[in-house]
């Protein structure tokens, strides 16, 4: 069995999330420039507050996923999943379920229960199902209450 560990990252994980990112849009030096921006709260995603955190997933000391979310107005939601990539050789062994998991408990402790995800595609969107998100509307999905799903 493989030994996975989450953690919160940091300013010096930008560039392998960047790099994670990229597998599936846009360059490496654009993930890069706005996943820092992200973290230093120079880019700020509609409606959203200062409140953020990424969290990475981890095997063998080597970022293999992550997670992020903050705070929000949108959608009358109080939290919103930004962004969650696994890399592919790892997809489909529960570490993005696992990272909701601990993004989630983030926002509780945030007092943020209703949160939405913008789930970009019908594979995104199947996963957040699986992992207890609702329609919100014909785009958007969302968590009434994220507390609900804590296993």
């Avoid at 109080?78 to 983030?106: C, D, F, H, M, P």
Wanted: net charge positive; glycine share 4%; with cysteine.
């Amino acid at each position: 069995m493989t030994t996975i560990s989450y953690r919160q990252a940091t300013n010096q994980d930008v560039p392998f999330l960047a790099k994670i990112r990229s597998e599936n849009q846009e360059t490496e030096n654009h993930w890069n420039d706005r996943i820092s921006a992200y973290l230093n709260y120079t880019h700020n995603p509609q409606q959203a507050l200062k409140t953020r955190i990424i969290y990475v997933a981890l095997h063998n000391n080597i970022i293999i996923g992550f997670v992020a979310g903050h705070l929000t107005t949108r959608y009358e939601c109080q939290g919103e999943l930004q962004w969650i990539n696994v890399v592919e050789k790892y997809r489909q062994t529960g570490i993005a379920s696992n990272l909701v998991q601990i993004l989630a408990i983030w926002f509780i402790g945030q007092k943020s229960y209703k949160v939405c995800v913008d789930p970009g595609n019908d594979i995104a969107r199947q996963f957040y199902k699986k992992n207890g998100a609702e329609n919100l509307n014909s785009h958007w999905m969302f968590w009434e209450d994220i507390r609900n799903i804590i296993i």
